[in-house]
């Protein structure tokens, strides 16, 4: 099956520094990338995804690419505010993954000190 | 759009009684539905998928005969978390999603569960 990694598992930054979280896969199938932002005992929100036809997407202060050649993707995010404080989790979704369910990366608690 | 809601929010029981959470999707029909485990400072675990009006599909190492889930409807959802232990305590996050034609294509997560179990 899928197999999703997350690096770093924690990144604390600046308010106003750029952050970056970065994911690899392993189904070269894998077609449907989301990014998920947790904050403390609430659930998952879709902030941005990327399909595997295209290499960059942006809204905003979020970005993500995918470089499917190498089978990883990442997120960006600029001007970081400690709003954007929370876990950010990576999947990936395709075809070879029985009834196209999500695998989660481990996750990425970010930190954004004032 | 694209609301699922989650019931109850939070509960503590007894070890040994048996605790049902419901999963409904308010404003669209979710073909297939998600139930997620997540430990503290864990990432989201599948437990299992079910479509509508067919059995669920258990990842390795669910145990079925403990984590009985239904989908009913195209609306609702419920796990039953069977004669529950301590170490069952956890986060039970559902999520939904509508079928391929559906404009809600994607996975929408509830509010999650909080179970505790003494």
């Known amino acids: 099956g899928e197999n999703v990694e997350q690096h770093p598992s924690t990144l604390s930054v600046q308010e106003g520094d750029s952050a970056v979280i970065k994911c690899t896969y392993s189904?070269?199938?894998?077609?449907?990338f989301p990014w998920y932002k947790q904050e403390l005992g609430k659930r998952p929100q879709l902030i941005i995804d990327?399909?595997?036809?295209?290499g960059e997407k942006k809204d905003q202060r979020i970005a993500v690419t995918l470089n499917k050649t190498a089978k990883h993707f990442s997120l960006h995010i600029t001007e970081t505010q400690p709003e954007d404080s929370a876990v950010y989790f990576c999947?990936?979704?395709?075809?070879?993954?029985?009834?196209?369910?999500?695998?989660f990366g481990k996750g990425t608690m970010l930190l954004v000190s004032p | 759009g694209a609301v699922v809601s989650q019931h109850p929010s939070w509960v503590i029981c007894k070890s040994g009684t048996s605790v049902k959470i419901e999963c409904r999707s308010l404003?669209?029909?979710?073909?297939?539905m998600f139930w997620y485990r997540q430990f503290p400072k864990q990432s989201l675990m599948l437990m299992a998928t079910?479509?509508?009006?067919?059995?669920?599909?258990?990842e390795q190492g669910v145990e079925k005969d403990k984590f009985l889930i239904n989908h009913a409807s195209l609306t609702l959802s419920t796990l039953t978390v069977t004669s529950a232990h301590p170490e069952d305590s956890s986060f039970y996050i559902c999520?939904?999603?509508?079928?391929?034609?559906?404009?809600?294509?994607?996975?929408?997560f509830g509010p999650g569960t909080r179970l505790t179990v003494l």
């Open positions: 999520s939904a999603r509508g079928g391929r034609m559906s404009s809600y294509n994607e996975q929408f």
């Open positions: 189904d070269s199938a894998s077609n449907y």
């Open positions: 990327i399909r595997s036809n295209v």
């Open positions: 999947a990936a979704r395709g075809p070879n993954s029985g009834y196209s369910t999500l695998t």
């Open positions: 404003d669209f029909q979710a073909t297939t």
């Open positions: 079910s479509n509508e009006g067919s059995k669920a599909t258990y």
